[in-house]
């Protein structure tokens, strides 16, 4: 089992950025591809990037991408969301995941197994 907690989240303003980070727990966590997904008030969990167990696959969603960049430290157990240019409508509840399963597209709710408890990204006009 993979245990996630995610950290980095607060207010900032639009324009400005902010780097989140997931530390994972657990023996498993190099044979695990990542994902960051965000909830906002009103609004279904939607996809934000992901990287592959190799790292050599790499996806964002097309709202994000040019603005943010998924990295993971292996040595640390851990997985970045470095958030540039933020806007209000960025702010949400970040979760990162993780899937076992290398068949999966990355990109979809449903292709992980593991879920952190989230944290809040608010971006102010």
């Known amino acids: 089992q993979v245990h996630m907690v995610e950290s980095g989240g607060g207010l900032v303003q639009a324009g400005g950025s902010v780097r989140l980070s997931c530390v994972a727990s657990?023996?498993?966590?190099?044979?695990?591809?990542m994902g960051w997904f965000r909830q906002a008030l009103g609004k279904e969990r939607e996809f934000v990037a992901a990287?592959?167990?190799?790292?050599?696959?790499?996806y964002y969603a097309d709202s994000v991408k040019g603005r943010f960049a998924i990295s993971r430290d292996i040595a640390k157990n851990t997985v970045y969301l470095q958030m540039n240019i933020l806007k209000p409508e960025d702010t949400a509840l970040y979760h990162c995941?993780?899937?076992?399963?290398?068949?999966?597209?990355?990109?979809?709710?449903?292709?992980?197994?593991?879920w952190g408890q989230g944290t809040q990204v608010t971006v102010s006009p």
């Open positions: 995941a993780a899937t076992p399963y290398l068949s999966s597209s990355l990109t979809q709710r449903q292709d992980y197994l593991y």
């Open positions: 657990g023996r498993t966590f190099n044979s695990h591809a």
């Open positions: 990287v592959s167990v190799d790292g050599h696959r790499i």
